[in-house]
């Protein structure tokens, strides 16, 4: 701190104040006394005051902004401009110094430059687009070009329509009334063509951006478009009057409003000031306000809050996985910057952990952000990448399952077009020679081909229970109901079944419910159940499926029907007589 | 009897129909899937339609949808599906959707080529037929309060024969009985299962199958 105080350009920012406090000061002195008549201040000490107070508000406004290390540009720019706003009563220090009423007539044409300049540069200090730098650039030329012109061709006592300083210009070369009058003129159109053109770039701005980025910038931007219509409305009176009078109420009106616009200015830079100054404590109490263990996104809401940008969004980095993730692991895009939106990608020991997107009226999110946030935020990336893994281990769950599934199908169709096609063309064969044997009357081989034929038969029968058993066709074809009605016809115990679920659910469910009551029923035939009762019943977004028997206790542990019904991130309760399993079903 | 013979496995319908012409049946045309057997039957107009239940494309059930198909164009032709499933489901379904001129028989039973070509008979005469080993299933199904159980073993025989889709005539054949003996049995059997009798014979088979299965 007190390096930095030591700087030159502090110290400066130090003068600048007792500074702007004499040249306040003389101002005021000068309005009620020598300048009466040649100052719009010194038409009553109301107006007096005003003036006064709007210079050294604007000068103090600067110097609490320049306090702030990242808005000293704007800060510089409003002490300076507050410095300059004097010089118009300083011109009209009738009899005064020679050289401090050229310097003054001088530095007047400047007061405009750098309140545009400010505005455009505002919140960051920097101009950002083509049209603000080309603007500002173009307005500073084209006032240092007018202020050469006039110290070296104006002579006040050959301007017809001077009023504030009559006598004084100690730099004049050459006195060129007309060529000063041209120069007046000009300067006074392209002013307020600059004027203009600052208002529709302010305008768009607040047109184009988000809520946050406009309540940022409304502060400055209104008083400033404020101050450039007062520029207009006094290079339009001055076309209709060209001897400028205080005392006229067209001149007197303009200029009124235009202290309040600069008072104006001055007090949304101060607020702007105390608001940010709020906003840093409130994002460097973030960890604190978290807790000890905040779900997920807490901290993307606590953020958001603080900085008062309900859009703010925190992604996060999975190193491993190489995409970005949100707070509860859920894949999102990478993050980048438009029109009024900033990203700040933040990094722990040199590694990303997250990327905030934030309204662009927010600088420099990065350097707010304490060691304790940083910290919430690595907590938060780990605790998403879990939840991102965790996504992936559920997913891949349920395509074993789906995988296995579709298997069995596979193996079922294979059974059934191929071995038992073939199986039941060779009965057919064996059938025919049987036939051809009878009527040979070859008895021998008649007995041992209606042997074959048993064994084929039995075979057969073999095969269509192994089809069955690796999946029932009935089950995809038909649904659950007519696969479970199935399962009773066959089941070793009587089995009743109440199912309530008559539509089609996702082949994985199905199979899932379909498999839960088969192990159901033969483990409860095991334990010498009398008979079973069998409940299908949806509940909104799950199917509900319970096998109860009376039976002795369970003692299977039924890990693997636990694992499908896992894996459908459904739950399995297994109890003694009781099995039941809610299956999400979507 | 002319028949049509729908079946994609060449190897099992060359069998089918070499069986079939072996026992006298006149097989008039051959299809590998349900279209093709449609198209078969609107040419050939054949008594009866012998349908491989799995078809393509699915494999599923397009040996069923075919049957509802031929029956709904053409009400004088019968329709037997051949199944490899012990589905009372299908079974039913195919009752429910088209009760008459209708038969569901397990694949093996080409075996006892004599049972088919009666089943077939059955059919064209109007009669319905179910397979016994589905109707044993049913029969023997486990039950908390069996209401079969107050049923004698004959009357069990006669009820598991009238699921078949045997008319009275063809119950008293098979057990060597009087049709007046048959019609005794099924009173009886009724009246203990509290079950409408019902002249139609169609409705009497659907309505055992589903007391059954109930």
Request: hydrophobic share 50%; proline share 5%.
């Amino acid at each position: 701190m007190t390096a930095d105080l030591i700087r030159r350009g502090n110290l400066a920012r130090l003068a600048a104040g007792p500074v702007a406090l004499a040249v306040g000061l003389g101002a005021l002195a000068i309005a009620q006394g020598p300048g009466r008549s040649t100052t719009y201040a010194g038409r009553s000490n109301l107006i007096a005051t005003l003036t006064v107070a709007a210079g050294l508000a604007l000068v103090g406004a600067g110097l609490v902004t320049a306090f702030d290390r990242r808005t000293t540009r704007i800060g510089d720019l409003a002490v300076l401009a507050g410095l300059v706003w004097f010089a118009s009563v300083w011109v009209g220090w009738d009899n005064g110094p020679s050289l401090m009423r050229s310097l003054a007539m001088l530095a007047a044409g400047f007061t405009f430059p750098l309140l545009l300049h400010l505005a455009l540069a505002y919140p960051s200090g920097r101009l950002r687009g083509a049209v603000p730098r080309a603007l500002v650039s173009v307005v500073y030329l084209e006032a240092a070009i007018a202020t050469l012109g006039r110290a070296l061709f104006r002579d006040p006592f050959f301007d017809p329509n001077c009023w504030a300083n009559c006598t004084d210009n100690l730099f004049l070369v050459r006195s060129l009334p007309r060529l000063a009058r041209g120069i007046e003129v000009a300067d006074r159109w392209f002013t307020a063509a600059a004027a203009a053109a600052l208002v529709m770039v302010l305008g768009w701005r607040l047109l184009r951006d988000s809520w946050p980025a406009r309540r940022a910038l409304l502060p400055v931007a209104l008083p400033a478009i404020l101050l450039a219509v007062t520029v207009i409305a006094h290079t339009i009176a001055l076309q209709r009057t060209p001897l400028e009078d205080p005392s006229d109420p067209a001149f007197g009106a303009i200029f009124l409003i235009e202290c309040v616009g600069v008072l104006l200015l001055a007090a949304g830079l101060v607020w702007a000031a105390v608001r940010t100054r709020v906003q840093r404590r409130a994002v460097a109490r973030i960890a604190t306000s978290l807790g000890q263990a905040p779900p997920p996104g807490s901290l993307q809401a606590a953020l958001a809050n603080a900085v008062g940008d309900p859009e703010l969004q925190v992604t996060y980095w999975l190193r491993d996985a190489e995409h970005y993730v949100d707070a509860i692991g859920r894949p999102v895009a990478e993050p980048v910057a438009e029109a009024g939106r900033a990203v700040t990608t933040l990094l722990r020991d040199g590694r990303r952990i997250a990327v905030v997107s934030h309204t662009a009226a927010l600088p420099e999110l990065e350097r707010e952000l304490g060691a304790a946030v940083r910290l919430a935020l690595e907590n938060e990336r780990l605790q998403a990448e879990a939840l991102a893994q965790l996504d992936q281990l559920r997913a891949s769950r349920v395509r074993i399952v789906e995988t296995g599934d579709s298997e069995r199908r596979r193996l079922e169709r294979d059974l059934h077009d191929g071995a038992q096609q073939r199986l039941l063309a060779l009965s057919y064969d064996l059938r025919l020679a049987h036939t051809q044997a009878a009527s040979d009357g070859d008895a021998p081989t008649g007995s041992l081909l209606t042997d074959a034929i048993g064994q084929a038969k039995a075979a057969l029968g073999e095969l269509r229970d192994l089809a069955h058993g690796i999946y029932p066709a009935i089950l995809a074809e038909a649904g659950l109901a007519p696969a479970l009605a199935s399962l009773a016809d066959a089941a070793p115990l009587p089995v009743l079944i109440h199912d309530a679920a008559e539509r089609r659910y996702p082949a994985v469910v199905e199979t899932c419910a379909y498999l839960l009551v088969a192990e159901g029923l033969d483990d409860a035939a095991q334990r010498d159940a009398s008979h079973a009762t069998v409940t299908v019943v949806q509940d909104s977004g799950q199917l509900v499926v319970t096998v109860k028997d009376d039976g002795t206790d369970r003692t299977a542990a039924m890990v693997q029907l636990a694992d499908r019904v896992g894996a459908l991130d459904g739950g399995l309760a297994v109890e003694p007589t009781r099995l039941r399993a809610e299956l999400p079903c979507g | 009897m002319r028949v049509v013979v729908a079946d994609d496995t060449m190897l099992t319908r060359e069998g089918v129909v070499r069986l079939l012409r072996d026992a006298g049946i006149e097989v008039v045309a051959e299809a590998e899937d349900a279209q093709g057997l449609l198209h078969q039957v609107r040419l050939a107009h054949p008594d009866v339609a012998l349908v491989d239940i799995r078809m393509p494309p699915t494999h599923t059930d397009e040996g069923l949808v075919a049957a509802q198909a031929i029956r709904a164009e053409h009400p004088q032709v019968g329709v037997l599906v051949l199944s490899q499933y012990v589905e009372p489901s299908y079974a039913l379904r195919l009752l429910q959707e088209q009760p008459e001129r209708v038969g569901y028989l397990l694949k093996e039973r080409v075996f006892d080529i004599a049972t088919v070509v009666d089943a077939l008979r059955r059919i064209v005469d109007g009669e319905t037929v179910i397979d016994p080993t589905i109707v044993s299933r049913l029969v023997g199904r486990r039950r908390r309060e069996d209401p079969l159980a107050g049923l004698s073993e004959r009357e069990r025989e006669v009820l598991g024969l009238i699921a078949e889709g045997m008319s009275n005539r063809a119950i008293a054949a098979r057990l060597y009985v009087t049709e007046r003996t048959v019609e005794a049995h099924t009173t009886q059997i009724f009246q203990k299962l509290r079950l409408p009798e019902s002249p139609d014979q169609h409705r009497r088979v659907l309505a055992v199958l589903a007391f059954l299965r109930a």
